[in-house]
């Protein structure tokens, strides 16, 4: 199965700095790699996706790249502030239902 | 907006009791899992469902069960209860049997059990 490994796993920034978060994968099959935020309290959220046909989708501050030749992806956050303190998670389908995730990393914006 | 919505935010049960967790989520989304939480392990599956009475293991299903007889709802069994079953559930759910294309999950806010 799909196996998905997270770096790293704590990460602290000061606030306005930027934030980087990788993820590499194992199933070349996968075409579909979303990035999930998990605020204090609540159930993970998508923030951002990508699929296998671009190398690069940006949202604003936030935005993920995708090597499919090296089987990685990552997470970039620009200008970093408080509000995007919180666990990421990253994550790449296995099959037609199943998602598998990756450890989290848990991202302190120091003010 | 997509709700699913958990029936219970924290429970606290002792070894060997059965345990229901409940979950419905009001979009008509085919899809629904059982997650479990844990720090330094992300987030495991439990079991899935892609339609009603439907279901298969995920990545951890020993020691639950579950049940899907109406599409909204989605239930999980700990048949047993002990301790190492102490973590936070996560329901979910999503649009289509094409999860591959579709993507998107869609979360309850959890349910905490602490087993005795």
């Known amino acids: 199965g799909e196996n998905v490994e997270q770096h790293p796993s704590t990460l602290s920034v000061q606030e306005g700095d930027s934030a980087v978060i990788k993820c590499t994968y194992s199933?070349?099959?996968?075409?579909?790699f979303p990035w999930y935020k998990q605020e204090l309290g609540k159930g993970p959220q998508l923030i951002i996706d990508?699929?296998?046909?671009?190398g690069e989708k940006k949202d604003q501050r936030i935005a993920v790249t995708l090597n499919k030749t090296a089987k990685h992806f990552s997470l970039h956050i620009t200008e970093t502030q408080p509000e995007d303190s919180a666990v990421y998670f990253c994550a790449a389908p296995e099959g037609y239902q199943k998602v598998t995730f990756g450890t989290g990393t848990k991202l302190q914006v120091i003010p | 907006d997509v709700k699913v919505t958990q029936s219970s935010r924290y429970l606290v049960k002792r070894t060997g009791e059965k345990v229901f967790l409940e979950c419905v989520q009001d979009?008509?989304?085919?899809?629904m899992f059982w997650y479990r939480q844990d720090p330094g392990l992300g987030l495991r599956l439990i079991y899935f469902s892609y339609d009603v009475k439907m279901k298969e293991k995920g990545d951890i299903p020993e020691g639950y069960s579950v049940s899907r007889e109406k599409k909204e709802r989605f239930s999980l069994i700990l048949e047993s209860a002990s301790t190492n079953q102490t973590s936070m559930y996560l329901c979910?759910?999503?649009?289509?049997?094409?999860?591959?294309?579709?993507?998107?999950?869609?979360f309850g806010e959890g349910s905490r059990l602490t087993v005795l």
């Open positions: 199933d070349s099959a996968s075409n579909y």
């Open positions: 990508i699929r296998s046909n671009v």
């Open positions: 979910a759910s999503s649009l289509g049997r094409l999860a591959r294309n579709t993507g998107e999950l869609f």
């Open positions: 979009m008509d989304h085919e899809n």
